[in-house]
C-alpha cells in the first residue's frame, strides 16, 4: 500500500491529523535576515523544506535532513521548534489531506551544489516579508513575519 494512502487510512481512522517536520533555513546578508524558501515538484509553489518524521532522528534533525536533501542546505538546528502551520498534503490520488507543520530554525552555513532533489525544485533566498507574500499558507506567512529580522 502506498504512504500516502496508508496516511489517508490513518486519518480517516483515528481523527488524528498527520505531522511533518520543516525547516526555517536562515541567514544573514547584508544586515538583514533571509530565509531559503524551495518549490513544490508537483504545483511549483513556494514552500519550506519538510518531511515525515523519522525513526533514527528527532523531529528536528528531521527537518535538518529534508533541508539537505530537498535544497542542498548545509548547515546546524539553531533552536527549538518555533511554531506551527496548517497545510495540505496533496495525496497521489490529488486529494488533499490537511496536516500540521512544526517548524525548526536552521543557521544556514552554505548551500552544496549537488545534493539528492537537485534538478526537481528551485531554491531562492529572499527577505522574509518577500517569503510571507509568496507562501500559500496564511499561518506559514504569519509566521514568517513574526521572525525577528534585525
Known amino acids: 500500500?502506498?504512504?500516502?494512502?496508508k496516511l489517508q487510512l490513518l486519518r480517516e481512522s483515528s481523527g488524528v491529523e498527520p505531522v511533518q517536520f520543516a525547516a526555517l533555513c536562515l541567514r544573514r546578508k547584508g544586515g538583514r535576515t533571509e530565509v531559503l524558501l524551495i518549490t513544490s515538484r508537483d504545483t511549483g509553489r513556494w514552500l519550506l523544506?519538510?518531511?515525515w518524521a523519522m525513526e533514527d532522528r528527532s523531529?528536528?534533525?528531521a527537518a535538518l535532513t529534508e533541508a539537505w536533501e530537498e535544497a542542498g542546505v548545509i548547515g546546524r538546528l539553531a533552536g527549538p521548534a518555533i511554531g506551527s502551520y496548517g497545510a495540505q498534503k496533496m495525496l497521489i490520488a490529488r486529494?488533499?489531506?490537511?496536516?500540521?507543520?512544526?517548524?525548526?530554525?536552521?543557521?544556514v552555513d552554505r548551500l552544496a551544489a549537488r545534493y539528492p532533489e537537485k534538478g526537481q525544485r528551485r531554491r531562492k533566498w529572499m527577505s522574509l516579508k518577500?517569503?510571507?507574500k509568496l507562501v500559500s499558507e496564511p499561518d506559514l506567512a504569519a509566521l514568517l513575519?513574526?521572525?525577528?529580522?534585525?
Open 1 to 5: 500500500m502506498k504512504f500516502d494512502r
Open 49 to 51: 523544506p519538510k518531511g
Open 59 to 61: 523531529n528536528a534533525e
Open 95 to 107: 486529494e488533499p489531506m490537511p496536516c500540521r507543520v512544526e517548524v525548526y530554525p536552521v543557521h
Open 130 to 132: 518577500r517569503a510571507a
Open 145 to 150: 513575519r513574526r521572525v525577528r529580522n534585525d
